[in-house]
């Protein structure tokens, strides 16, 4: 298997810019997870989806940023209008119910994400 | 809500062995992760405890007393390969992580 995939891998952009960011989990895997990491911050979670459909969303900061799950190998992260403090590395990950190693979550390389 | 804390440096020489504690304050406990990052990288994940006691995987070894809400990662015969980050996660739902600030782990030649 090729792993969690997320495109881009860097992303420069303007402040007020619209951004996506997307994800492909593991096939299989029925759990996938966003991420945002910063030295400020951390490693925090932003949002999970369990079979396409998000759970919880409570980690998303505001407004701007929406995430959608639309079929169980894609998903998308947007920010609009983005800001600098949105600057961060996002990363992208999934794992299974049930069966194999469970407990594991499998990060994507994730996107370095500059806002100018 | 919930709270980690871990040493944020830890500093040892190749072959050494280093441990990095992690204590935690959460409203639900599932369990206790350990994931390692280097510079630029994904977090990968090393080991999940459960319940108490101690998992061994390799030279890295991970620890947890549910009573104390203590854990700790061992690394022993610390390789240069080794420096990284060290985050511990507790799983605090069925599903989800919540992660400590991290180690940094240096190896000195």
Known sequence: DAGVIQ?????????????????????????????????????????????????DDSGMPEDRFSAKMPNASFSTLKIQPSEPRDSAVYFCASRLTSGGNYNEQFFGPGTRLTVL | GQSLEQPSEVTAVEGAIVQINCTYQTSGFY???????????????????????????????????????????????????????????????????????????????
């Open chain 1, 7 to 55: 495109s881009p891998r860097h992303e420069v952009t303007e402040m007020g810019q619209e951004v996506t960011l997307r994800c492909k989990p593991i096939s299989g895997h029925d759990y996938l997870f966003w991420y945002r990491q910063t030295m400020m911050r951390g490693l925090e979670l932003l949002i999970y989806f369990n079979n396409n459909v998000p759970i």
């Open chain 2, 31 to 109: 369990g206790l992760s350990w994931y390692q990052q280097h510079d630029g990288g994904a977090p990968t994940f090393l080991s999940y405890n459960a319940l108490d006691g101690l998992e061994e995987t390799g030279r890295f070894s991970s620890f947890l007393s549910r009573s104390d809400s203590y854990g700790y990662l061992l690394l022993q015969e610390l390789q240069m390969k080794d420096s990284a980050s060290y985050f511990c996660a507790v799983r605090d739902s069925p599903y989800k992580l919540s992660f400590g600030a991290g180690t940094t782990v240096t190896v000195r030649a």
